[in-house]
């Protein structure tokens, strides 16, 4: 990896509990302080100069925490949804789509609004940086893994068996990108837990998911396009959530945007039944865990631990923006992805169903207003017509664990992982 340009950053990142602001050094995930758990921000320079690449993703690099931009890196597309708000009983509904849909500019990689997070956390790093360890569901770590492959940054990702389908690419991962597979059983959860030890071995650094201000300010770029668009901010904005840490994103983008007076949009986060902990969590003010663990259509909203309470996280996001949390179930999502590709030409991910099918639902219950200015995110889109276009080709799994086995469980994990490197750098060192 190189480019990384000398100088002090054009942003700082402050506690949002205790306010100690921190230079950064690519890496913080937390404050040091003893207090509750809070996220990190960042406060951006807005007098400096910056490098800014004219189209996609690093076009908002002045509000990126980032030290290099990747000048292809695409980013996310906007455009008013005339037809489909009329389907669905809206005026004024607008689309940030994040995926693959060529007739509109939007080449994601890998599909989803995860393109947008992963290269901005890469754009952080420090120069020569620590193996960056990743645990995901499926579409953060696919993001990872091409975008770290674009640019040689070496990364570890954990991925619960299910998660290989959506592994396919335009070009063989580069070697620097290790893909561990918890086979058999395994849930996200599991990868969570052998993610954090792995994280504890040297070398290697936990990218800390939400609590990543790259992540969330990466994300964030939807609402800047989106403000770019409409000029200026909708008053609602949709999305599905599994942790939230895109909807906070793009809470903390409209803070940065809006002028004194201009209200925030209130947040409207969907969820997919019968597995929804922040709907619940958001309804009855509890912990954020229901314990249990169905099968959903969208699997990426699976997060059995998302932020809730942190200070900065999803219920003082809900509070501050008069939002809600929405639910809807399988049937719904279906039907919805299938009305978006009917009115506009082009496939959707399941989560995005959720968010379209939650969204209509809310119309017709009188809980948005036809006249509303709404941004829907659609998360991720066109991965069928990707297939059609290009040639794709499945990822190699560094590691296979099985899981549950004699030695399974995440310890067993991370002294795998820590064998298997040492192996590899003593390969490495005897052929020199
Ligand atoms: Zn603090």
């Known amino acids: 990896m190189s480019g990384v340009r000398p100088g ?27 207090h509750e758990p809070a996220f990190l921000h960042t406060e951006y320079d807005r007098t400096g100069t910056h490098t800014r690449e004219s189209t996609g993703l690093f076009r908002h690099a002045p509000l990126l925490p980032v030290v290099r931009t990747f000048p292809e890196a695409p980013g996310p597309v906007v455009h008013h949804a005339a037809r489909l708000g009329h389907r669905i009983g809206l005026d004024r509904l607008w689309v940030a789509f ?24 890469l754009g952080r ?35 619960p068996a299910p998660a290989l389908e959506r592994m396919r690419f335009p070009a063989p991962l580069d070697p620097c990108v290790r893909i561990v597979v918890l086979d058999g059983t395994a849930t996200y959860s599991d990868a969570i837990a052998a993610a954090d030890l792995i994280s504890a071995l040297p070398g290697h650094h936990a990218e800390g998911g939400a609590r990543n201000v790259g992540r969330r300010d990466g994300l964030g770029t939807v609402m800047l396009e989106a403000a770019d668009a409409l000029g200026g901010l909708p008053e609602a904005y949709v999305q599905a959530v599994g942790s939230g840490t895109g909807a906070i994103g793009c809470h903390e983008a409209a803070h940065r945007l809006r002028s004194a007076g201009d209200a925030l949009p209130r ?22 865990d229901t314990g249990l663990e169905h099968e959903p259509l969208a699997r990426e909203l699976t997060n059995r631990r998302p932020p809730f309470t942190v200070r900065g996280g999803v219920r003082g996001v809900l509070t501050e923006s008069g939002g809600d949390v929405l639910c809807t179930d399988n049937v719904a999502a279906l039907d919805a992805m299938a009305l978006f590709e009917e ?26 207003r036809r006249d509303e200015l709404v941004l829907l995110n659609i998360t991720g889109g066109g991965r069928a017509r990707q297939a059609r276009d290009l040639a794709l080709i499945p990822a190699e799994p560094w590691l296979r664990v099985p899981w549950p086995g004699r030695e ?25």
């Open 8 to 34: 002090t950053r054009h942003y700082a990142v402050v506690c949002s509990s205790c306010g100690t602001r921190y230079e950064d050094d690519g890496l913080l995930l937390d404050c040091s302080r003893r």
């Open 98 to 121: 994040n995926g693959y849909w060529p007739e509109r500019g939007a080449y994601l990689p890998t599909c989803t609004f995860k393109d947008l997070e992963a290269y901005t956390v």
């Open 125 to 159: 790093l420090p120069a020569d940086p620590p193996v960056l360890v990743i645990p995901s569901a499926g579409n953060t770590a696919a993001a990872f893994a091409w975008a770290a492959t674009c640019h040689q940054v070496p990364c570890l990702l954990v991925v």
């Open 267 to 288: 947040l409207l986060m969907c969820q997919n039944a019968p597995f929804a902990p922040l709907y619940q969590a958001w309804r009855s003010a509890g912990p954020a």
């Open 343 to 368: 009115v506009e030409g082009i496939d959707i991910e399941p989560g995005a169903g959720v968010a379209l099918a939650a969204l209509a639902q809310a119309v017709h219950d009188g809980r948005v």
């Open 408 to 432: 399974a469980g995440p310890r067993a994990v991370a002294e795998l992982v820590a064998e298997h490197s040492t192996g590899l750098t003593a390969a490495t060192e005897a052929a020199r």
